[in-house]
């Protein structure tokens, strides 16, 4: 069974998803677009209460601003 946790902050929006076999089963985001390095941590926590057993991390790679992508890109490293 496939779990992915998927994040985006490619945009002022940052979005965390969990996909199970490939059906996104819930879906989250808060706007702001220098708020994603706090936003990750509690939309990802709310994902994890849904399930735990995350089997991948799938992350936005841009384009979009430097400081948001940076934010995702190195929760999602961190994470997996």
Same mark, same amino acid.
Do not use: C
């Given at each position: 069974?496939?779990?992915?946790?998927?994040?985006?902050?490619?945009?002022?929006?940052?979005?965390?998803?969990? *996909? /199970?076999?490939?059906?996104?089963?819930?879906?989250?985001?808060?706007?702001?677009?220098?708020?994603? %390095?706090? #936003?990750?941590?509690?939309?990802?926590?709310?994902?994890?209460?849904?399930?735990?057993?995350?089997?991948?991390? *799938? /992350?936005?790679?841009?384009?979009?601003?430097?400081?948001?992508?940076?934010?995702?890109?190195?929760? %999602?490293? #961190?994470?997996?």
């Amino acid at each position: 069974m496939s779990k992915v946790l998927a994040i985006d902050t490619s945009t002022s929006r940052t979005s965390v998803g969990l *996909i /199970v076999n490939n059906e996104l089963i819930w879906l989250a985001h808060e706007d702001g677009a220098t708020a994603h %390095a706090e #936003a990750i941590p509690r939309l990802v926590k709310k994902a994890l209460a849904i399930d735990n057993e995350i089997s991948r991390v *799938i /992350v936005g790679m841009g384009p979009g601003p430097y400081t948001g992508l940076r934010a995702g890109i190195s929760f %999602a490293q #961190a994470f997996a």
